[in-house]
């Protein structure tokens, strides 16, 4: 394939602030993709599905199929898109805001049904593009537009909730460290079954915790995949009640189990029928 084939650039102007680290996602995403397409993956196979939100901007940056959905909706689109057509490769971009409030039950079922879709997470623990309301990953404490004197509550550790969820790829990368999420981000697209990636993604402008985060991130040697025991030890070493606790990155759980869309399609392509399907042609 030539490296003209593999261009993913698109004309829309980037909207993203000054130094988003946002900008470092899309490069470690493209990379993936372009070397994902290099060893075999059709590029019209791709399909990006993003919500409302900075992070769900970066679908007009790049040259791939995508849908733009109602924020806190892209999850569930994603599943209806991969029952619709199984060899496409739903891809979700999100954010914290979008994913763990409004969205959290499409996230929640989707993991449980071992649905064969990638969700990438923005996190910058606010809603960043409403200028800044604490979010359900915003720090106790947390100065915003919607407490401005400091929010009440304290967050919740999403990958624990993945886990509880029977998530069967669970995984952590960090914005900056590009050439590692590269390699999440393709391990968790070549996954068959839900894959979650948390992306730690510094907000310059409302919570910038780039530094913090440089000081405490680590990249993760590769254990006992299959442990939830161990998944949960290691997930929980970031204490948020301690700010010099370690940050883990890398995959914390990964494991087969049968997926939601062959259950359901038997083998059935949708998108390939020639006659009229019928609801009675699958169980749910």
Not at 90 to 106: K, L, M, S
Not at 169 to 180: P, T
Not at 242 to 257: A, D, M, R, V
Request: glycine share 6%.
């Amino acid at each position: 394939m030539s490296n003209k084939s593999l261009n993913l650039n698109t004309k829309t102007k980037n909207t993203w602030c000054p130094g988003c680290s946002n900008f470092a996602i899309l490069n470690s995403f493209k990379m993936a993709v372009k070397e994902l397409i290099k060893y075999g993956v059709p590029k019209q196979n791709f399909v990006l599905i993003s919500g409302i939100g900075c992070s769900s901007k970066i679908i007009d940056y790049i040259d791939l199929n995508s849908l733009s959905c109602l924020h806190g909706r892209p999850v569930v689109s994603a599943t209806g898109i991969k029952l619709s057509n199984p060899d496409l490769k739903p891809i979700v971009f999100a954010g914290d805001g979008g994913t763990y409030n409004e969205g959290i039950a499409h996230l929640i079922h989707a993991a449980k049904r071992n649905s064969d879709i990638t969700v990438l997470i923005h996190d910058n623990r606010n809603f960043a593009l409403t200028t800044s309301q604490f979010t359900a990953t915003s720090p106790k404490g947390f100065k915003g537009g919607s407490s401005p004197k400091g929010s009440v509550e304290a967050p919740f550790d999403p990958l624990e909730l993945m886990l509880s969820s029977n998530a069967s790829f669970i995984a952590r990368g960090y914005a900056f460290k590009m050439d590692h999420l590269k390699d999440l981000i393709k391990k968790a697209i070549k996954h068959k079954g839900f894959s979650f990636v948390e992306i730690l993604q510094p907000c310059v402008s409302f919570y910038n915790s780039a530094k913090d985060y440089n000081k405490r991130v680590y990249k993760m040697k590769k254990g006992d995949l299959k442990s939830k025991e161990k998944a949960l030890k290691k997930i929980n070493e970031w204490d948020y009640n301690n700010k010099n606790s370690k940050i883990p990155l890398g995959i914390f759980y990964k494991t087969k189990k049968p997926v939601f869309e062959n259950q359901v399609l038997n083998g059935i392509n949708p998108s390939q029928r020639t006659k009229e399907v019928k609801i009675k042609d699958f169980e749910f």
